[in-house]
């Protein structure tokens, strides 16, 4: 015993092993509940989870909601909030639709009208908020609005996108070759995915990359964290703010386009409460709203485990809608407390003063070895 | 009368009831009748009044309920409670249960409250636990019942869109026989008095303050910070219970989809109309009132208008960011100090005046 622990002390003075960091603790809960929570539904239920296209088409239905979990993740690293990506989602998509069908838009125009759009939100909301520093919840409630009246606005029936070039677009399907399942009559059916869903992981891998390994994506954790000690590192904090805010717009106009070329309509009623489930799944991927604390791939499983969950609770024959939002709910709870807990232990706990009590032993060595 | 002026425009209630002016001279000149009150006989046969300054308050009352509470809450606890409305959708179900189950009698209808009345403290309680025992952030915690709530309203009455009759019911819902003045507004004004008069002759109004301001030297000072945010939580379910009763009693049934849809957005508009910051600390329930009455009387400005219902929200948010914006410290700062530089002049000739009579 005394042996080993010489040698970790030994080791210690050449290379401090550092503590693994909240994000990347909170990450490998979030994955590891998420591989377990698929595995489970694969040996309970079979059927439909032992099938790919059914783990594909998570990520089909859902691919917008992970462009814009992706902007929600980076406004709340930064310690901010925005409410309007579901509002601004909505509105792209029956902006274009108009602007495709009544207006004999290209393919290539529409995609720069979204992106136009999300760009103008976040641009408006990242000044008030970041330069006039006006609370980001009013500021992007009213954006949200804003987009949703808008949306009325532009056409307050529902329309459905009839221009040649985009439906083409939109009926594109990627086979993945080798992954599939058997048919009924036992041939064999590729798995597909949408273009949407390339789009989403790319994203998904910059914003990872930008966080990680760009001085933006550093500076964001560190206005997180705590805006003061930022400030005073010669961090701008303000212009840091508004560009998570700009990125968040930006990233909301992808978002409705992917929306759109998924289901190829515009509607006022487009991605309701989207805004909800984006945050749901940042907090479930470990993004903590202090700021400071998170990770876009955390995001991206917590909001597979999120889906996941619905889809056992359809399979496990609980069809009426309303259990889906009790499970979310209950889910949520779940990853809430367990957050909270995992955070207190080790803000205060024993992991901390067992390094401590270890320090000590270690000084006391120390002196005594001086003293000798 | 100018040294009073000052302290006014410092004041807290300067920017809703600037805004409220605002509106109000608005709507005067687009319509100089637009606030005209007349007396006219309802369907029961009672001399009521009406007219859009009745409607602005009528409508107004479950938002300025749950403002009421908004504020406590986030006075103390730094944040909101996004869940209110499914609050109040859970409270409405279980009070048209009760009613459903029973001949409808006033001594049913008090108890139905206090049934909705204690499920909705509980799930306030469920709320409050998680923001003061377990540290997560207001808005997080009620994310939970935010998602969940409707559905647990849904679930409550088997899955319908129940409805109750009751002359009795209409009392709560619209006007009690012989008072021109609908019922809400009165409920408004005795329950707004209940929590002011609590929070003025108690100290919790203080402490409220006290443990939004600064929740670490509160509890050395002996204030039991928990307990104050759990408190704020179960009068934000209490004000959940008493409006989505009387949402249920205006129109007799309940829709847990659309019951009070969007209420939590709106409430916490109120609170920052209201000139309360929304990361806790001092606090103004006049404020918050009147923040709600903004809103309503710019909901009731934009019908009047002919704007259609579901463009509505575009316009309020601009408003809404106007009014922000105007309110904003550093848009304040800049408008002062564009004041000095236009009319620096004259103030610094009387300067040297005055120094001038000084100096002799």
């Given at each position: ?12 003075e050449?290379?401090?092993?550092e ?6 603790l ?18 309970i ?18 691919a ?5 979990s ?23 998509t029956?902006?274009?639709v ?18 136009g ?30 987009a ?18 985009f ?29 949407g869903?390339?789009?989403?992981i ?20 560190a ?25 968040c ?48 791939i ?48 080790r ?19 120390n ?6 | ?58 409508g ?5 309920i ?14 909101q ?43 306030g ?16 915690a009620?994310l ?54 609590l ?49 249920v ?67 309020k ?44």
């Amino acid at each position: 015993m005394s042996n080993t622990r010489g040698l970790f002390a030994g080791t210690q003075e050449k290379k401090r092993r550092e503590p693994i960091s909240n994000t990347n603790l909170l990450l490998t809960i979030t994955v590891c509940i998420f591989i377990g929570m698929y595995a489970l539904a694969m040996l309970i239920w079979g059927g439909g989870f032992l099938n790919p296209q059914q783990f594909f088409d998570i990520f089909n239905n859902n691919a917008f909601l992970i462009v814009i979990s992706c902007g929600m993740t980076i406004v709340m690293i930064a310690g901010g909030i925005d409410i309007s990506v579901g509002g601004i989602t909505a509105l792209v998509t029956m902006a274009c639709v108009v602007y495709l069908d009544d207006h004999s838009g290209s393919v290539i125009g529409s995609v720069g009208f979204a992106l136009g759009i999300g760009i103008a939100f976040g641009l408006i909301q990242g000044v008030l908020i970041s330069y006039l520093e006006i609370q980001p919840f009013i500021i992007t409630l009213a954006g949200m609005f804003f987009a949703k009246g808008m949306t009325t606005i532009v056409s307050a029936v529902p329309r459905t996108a009839i221009h040649e070039a985009f439906v083409a677009l939109k009926q594109f399907r990627i086979v993945i070759p080798g992954i599939g399942s058997y048919g009924k009559a036992g041939n064999f059916i590729p798995a597909r995915i949408e273009s949407g869903v390339i789009v989403a992981i790319m994203i998904v891998l910059a914003i990872f990359a930008i966080l990680k390994w760009t001085r933006f994506g550093r500076n964001l954790y560190a206005v997180g964290g705590n805006g003061q000690s930022a400030l005073l590192l010669g961090i701008n904090v303000k212009r840091t703010r508004f560009y998570s805010y700009l990125l968040c717009g930006l990233l909301s106009g992808i978002g409705g386009y992917v929306y759109l070329s998924h289901t190829g309509a515009g509607n006022a009623s487009n991605a309701t409460a989207a805004e909800m489930q984006a945050i749901a799944s940042a907090i479930i991927g470990g993004t903590l709203l202090t700021g400071g604390v998170g990770n876009v791939i955390g995001t991206l499983f917590g909001l597979l485990s999120l889906k996941t969950i619905s889809n056992i609770v359809i399979a496990s024959g609980l069809r009426e809608p309303y259990w889906q939002s009790i499970t979310t709910g209950l889910m949520l709870c779940l990853f809430i407390l367990l957050q909270s807990l995992i955070l207190a232990i080790r803000e205060k706990g024993s992991l901390q003063q067992l390094l401590s009590e270890w320090m000590k032993i270690k000084s006391k060595k120390n002196t005594e070895d001086l003293s000798t | 009368m100018a040294n009073a002026f000052k302290k006014f425009a410092k004041s807290q209630l300067a920017i809703p009831l600037f805004a409220l002016l605002l509106l109000i001279v608005f709507n005067l000149i687009r319509d100089v009748g637009f606030f005209s009150l007349t007396i006219t006989t309802n369907n029961n046969g009672n001399a009521v009044f009406s007219g859009n300054i009745i409607s602005i308050l009528n409508g107004a009352s479950e938002l300025a309920i749950l403002a009421i509470g908004m504020t406590l809450v986030t006075a103390s606890s730094k944040g909101q409670d996004i869940s209110v409305g499914a609050s109040a959708a859970i409270a409405g179900s279980v009070f048209v249960r009760v009613l459903r189950e029973n001949q409808i009698t006033m001594p049913i209808i008090l108890a139905a409250f206090l049934a909705s009345c204690v499920v909705a403290i509980i799930f306030g309680a469920f709320n409050g636990t998680l923001v003061a025992v377990f540290k997560i952030q207001p808005m997080i915690a009620s994310l939970i019942l935010f998602s969940a709530g409707r559905s647990i309203a849904y679930w409550i009455n088997g899955g319908a869109t129940p409805t109750v009759e009751s002359p009795l019911l209409s009392y709560i819902g619209s006007f009690i026989p012989g008072i021109p003045i609908p019922t809400p507004i009165i409920i408004v004004i005795l329950f707004g008095a209940l929590v002011s008069l609590l929070l003025r002759f108690t100290n919790l109004g203080l402490y409220t303050q006290a443990v939004g301001i600064n929740e670490k030297s509160a509890r050395l000072n002996g204030i039991n910070a928990v307990f104050i945010k759990l408190l704020s939580f179960t009068v934000l379910g209490v004000c959940a219970a008493i409006s989505g009763s009387i949402a249920v009693s205006r129109i007799g049934l309940i829709n847990h989809e659309t019951i009070l849809l969007d209420i939590e957005m709106d409430a916490i508009l109120a609170v920052a109309i209201g000139g309360n910051a929304l990361n806790g600390g001092k606090f103004s329930l006049t404020g918050s009132v009147i923040g709600a009455f903004v809103i309503q009387a710019l909901t009731i400005t934009l019908y009047a208008m002919k704007i259609p219902s579901t463009s509505i929200k575009a316009y309020k948010a601009l408003v809404i960011i106007a009014i922000v914006v105007i309110g904003s410290p550093i848009v304040r700062k800049y408008a002062l100090w564009l004041r000095d530089k236009l009319f620096k002049k004259p103030a610094k000739a009387k300067q040297t005046d005055e120094n001038g009579e000084f100096a002799l």
